[in-house]
T-cell receptor, first 111, second 118 residues
C-alpha cells in the first residue's frame, strides 16, 4: 500500500496562475480532505469529501475548488494563485473518521 | 463548533527531562475522538494516538503517556526522558465521526514546538 500520495512535493507559481494539487489514496477510504498549514495556525481545513461525488467546504475554502469523481482521487485546484496561498498543503484520508492518514505535503510558493 | 487550544507555543528541554504538552478542547458533542500527531522537521504528520471520549483511561506507550480528563476538557501528552529525536511540532486534534455536520472535519490546535537539546 502506498497510503496517501501527494504530488508535486514543491511548486512555485506566479500570481494569477492556476494549478492542481494531486492526491490519491489506495486504502479505499471514504473520507478525504485538504488542509493548509501556516506558521502558528496549525492545520486548517480547506475542503473535504465523505465519498465519491460528495464534497463540502471547510474553514478556508476561498480560492480553491475540489471534485471527487472516484474514491481514490481528490484533487485540489487553485483557480488564480495569490501570495496568500503560499503554504504547505496536506491531503488526508480516513475510514469514517476513525483515524486520518496524511500525505507527505506540498510546499507551494506564490510569487 | 469544535475548538482545540494548545497554549504552549514552544517548549525547550534538555535531554532526559520530562515534557508535558497541554491540550484543551471545546465541543458540544458527547461523542468524539481526540488525536495527537507529531510533525518532525522532515514535515510529515505522524499519528500518535486516538482516544474515544467514552474511554477516560490514561494510556502509556513507551516513553509517551496521555492523560485524558473529560471534566476539564483536557488531553495532555507527556514525553518521559526526552530525546533529541523527540524534537518536533506536536498537534492535538478533535473529530466527531458520528455527527453528520462533522464528517470529514478534523479540527487541529495550533501546535506546540518541542526542542530537545543534548
Amino acid at each position: 500500500n502506498a497510503g496517501v500520495t501527494q504530488t508535486p512535493k514543491f511548486q512555485v507559481l506566479k500570481t494569477g496562475q492556476s494549478m492542481t494539487l494531486q492526491c490519491a489514496q489506495d486504502m479505499n477510504h471514504e473520507y478525504m480532505s485538504w488542509y493548509r498549514q501556516d506558521p502558528g495556525m496549525g492545520l486548517r481545513l480547506i475542503h473535504y469529501s465523505v465519498g465519491a461525488g460528495i464534497t463540502d467546504q471547510g474553514e478556508v475554502p476561498n480560492g480553491y475548488n475540489v471534485s471527487r469523481s472516484t474514491t481514490e482521487d481528490f484533487p485540489l485546484r487553485l483557480l488564480s494563485a495569490a501570495p496568500s496561498q503560499t503554504s504547505v498543503y496536506f491531503c488526508a484520508s480516513s475510514r469514517q473518521g476513525n483515524g486520518y492518514t496524511f500525505g507527505s505535503g506540498t510546499r507551494l510558493t506564490v510569487v | 463548533a469544535q475548538k482545540v487550544t494548545q497554549a504552549q507555543t514552544e517548549i525547550s528541554v534538555v535531554e532526559k527531562e520530562d515534557v508535558t504538552l497541554d491540550c484543551v478542547y471545546e465541543t458540544r458533542d458527547t461523542t468524539y475522538y481526540l488525536f495527537w500527531y507529531k510533525q518532525p522537521p522532515s514535515g510529515e504528520l505522524v499519528f500518535l494516538i486516538r482516544r474515544n471520549s467514552f474511554d477516560e483511561q490514561n494510556e502509556i506507550s513507551g516513553r509517551y503517556s496521555w492523560n485524558f480528563q473529560k471534566s476539564t476538557s483536557s488531553f495532555n501528552f507527556t514525553i518521559t526522558a526526552s530525546q533529541v529525536v523527540d524534537s518536533a511540532v506536536y498537534f492535538c486534534a478533535i473529530h466527531n465521526p458520528f455527527a453528520t455536520d462533522s464528517w470529514g472535519k478534523l479540527q487541529f490546535g495550533a501546535g506546540t514546538q518541542v526542542v530537545v537539546t543534548p
